[in-house]
């Protein structure tokens, strides 16, 4: 009897267990940015079953492309939906950190009550620089300053950079130093004769493609102000020292209103009728693929990007040509936009934020993880050869290429072809050479003038573009846009800014 009843109590507490275990890992659902993914079932079944056995957890992500991100994430945050758990944010998407952060959408990592980086983050925190967690620091919804996001570590200070095709630029006996003695002023004589020679058969060539949106920002020396969304102020840097206060000092502008801007309008727009500048990157549906394509296919002579080291390998390969990259600054700079440039936030709304915080923290430390999830499978989507190099398989990674900048700690992976083996080291090295600049740590708080810059917008809208492409003539366009910014109290805004500039500088 004694015998009977012992194994009716075994067999009651093995029920009362099987539950829990019958519900398996927990799934985490992400939503990332800026992928080329249309297979990821070979990459899910090896790390889902590694990730199981180690914190518990699955993962289902939602592959979000250059293309859809911003309004995917942008429906996701501003509605009472939970299908993610962790999503990805930054300074310059739809779903920007500091707005939302503040707006509550976002998840407080170091939350004095419930601290899931101190609980769950111990390695994340310890392979991290200080420097990250510290340009992470943003106002949540009580105005108290904290880290909502994790941010990569990847580039994490901004290289504005000139992208040369340098394989065309010797064909006709130029060099690097010929494109950075002549300068962005002084390049109309290369254009000339590069686009002479490969306009054959009736083929037409733009030697200068570029983002439009950004290129300004090269020439004048001016880095996106953190919390300017919409692009309208100008802080003017130090581009010999950027760590030292520019001509200017510590102001900000009205960037469309400044000697500089006009400067280099007109010279694009000589750049434009001259035929070096392809009119499709002058309009806003078709200027980010114009741009894109024509580096792809090496179809280009001078390019932009906000590069990152190392990246002459990369492109150089996929593009068959030598790409070398020419930095604007003496060295990259550290600001909130280039620290917040890539960051995966946990959604306020997710039902699991622990198990979240767990899958953060080993997907930044754990090479396996988070090679698996960028590269994909060995054997798979790539090779390794002799020297532990990465070579991707070119059918596999055709339906496989997430953004690796928008995943995590880049530091981790193995070295890609022609990188050599102490490439992460070099990386890391390289980075710790960069330089802050003497406003690092202020955001724009644009709530007090919200309604000036929704008109503002509209008006910058009509013009910006078309100016910065050289499309339109700055004789007639430039005035056109000052008087209607002003009446649309572009100064109120200015002002603004720069009394929480100085309030933050303790001036």
């Known amino acids: 009897m004694k015998k009977m009843l012992a194994l009716l109590l075994a067999a009651m507490m093995l029920l009362a267990v099987v539950p ?56 996701y945050v501003n509605s009472s939906r939970n299908e993610y758990d962790i999503l990805f944010t930054c300074s310059w998407t739809s779903n920007e950190y500091a707005k939302y952060a503040k707006k509550d959408a976002y998840v407080r990592l170091d939350d004095p009550e419930d601290n899931l980086l101190e609980k769950y983050g111990a390695d994340l925190t310890a392979t991290l620089p200080e420097l990250l967690f510290e340009g992470a620091k943003t106002e949540g919804i009580d105005g108290e300053k904290g880290i909502y996001a994790v941010p990569g570590f990847k580039d994490f200070a901004t290289m504005n950079t000139w992208d040369v095709n340098v394989t065309l630029l010797e064909k006709y006996g130029y060099t690097l130093e010929d494109v950075k003695n002549a300068g962005f002023y002084g390049w109309g004589d290369i254009f000339k004769t590069v686009k002479e020679g490969e306009e054959k058969d009736g083929e037409v060539f733009y030697p200068f493609v570029f983002e439009g949106a950004v290129v300004e920002r090269f020439v004048t020396g001016t880095p996106i102000v953190t919390g300017d969304s919409n692009s309208l102020l100008s802080y003017y840097m130090n581009t010999e020292d950027v760590s030292t206060p520019g001509a200017y000092g510590n102001v900000f502008f009205n960037k469309y209103a400044t000697p500089e801007f006009e400067k280099f309008v007109k010279q694009m727009r000589e750049y434009y009728l001259a035929g070096y500048i392809d009119p499709a990157i002058a309009i806003g549906e078709t200027a980010t693929d114009t741009w894109r394509n024509a580096q792809n296919t090496a179809r280009y002579l001078i390019s932009s990007e906000v590069s990152l080291y190392g990246y002459e390998y990369t492109t150089s390969e996929a593009r068959g040509i030598q790409v070398a990259y020419l930095m604007t600054t003496d060295a990259p700079y550290i600001d909130n936009t280039s620290v917040q440039g890539a960051m995966m936030a946990i959604s306020s709304k997710s039902e699991h934020p622990e198990e979240a915080m767990k899958f953060l923290n080993l997907l930044n430390t754990d090479p396996y993880v988070m090679t698996l999830l960028n590269y994909g499978v060995e054997g798979i989507h790539y090779t390794l050869n002799d020297a532990g190099e990465v070579e991707f398989i070119p059918e596999a990674r055709a339906t496989y290429s997430p953004w690796t900048n928008g995943v995590g700690n880049v530091t981790i992976l193995p070295p890609q072809k022609g990188q050599g083996a102490d490439f992460q080291q070099r990386f890391a090295e390289f980075y710790a050479g960069s330089k802050k600049l003497p406003i690092y740590g202020f955001t724009f708080d644009s709530k007090p003038v919200e309604i000036e810059i929704a008109a503002v917008v509209n008006v910058k809208e009509a013009y910006a573009l078309s100016l910065c492409t050289g499309a339109v003539d700055p004789e007639t366009a430039l005035p056109e846009l000052l008087a209607k910014l002003e009446a649309a109290g572009m100064q109120k805004i200015v002002d603004e800014a720069n009394a929480q500039l100085k309030t933050f500088l303790g001036e």
């Open 20 to 75: 829990v275990f019958a519900e398996g890992p927990v799934e985490i659902t992400m939503l990332l940015e800026g992928n080329n993914v249309t297979d990821d079932a070979a990459v899910l079944e090896k790390l889902n079953a590694y990730l199981a056995e180690k914190i518990g957890v699955t993962l289902k992500p939602t592959w979000g492309t250059w293309g859809n991100f911003d309004q995917l994430a942008l429906d």
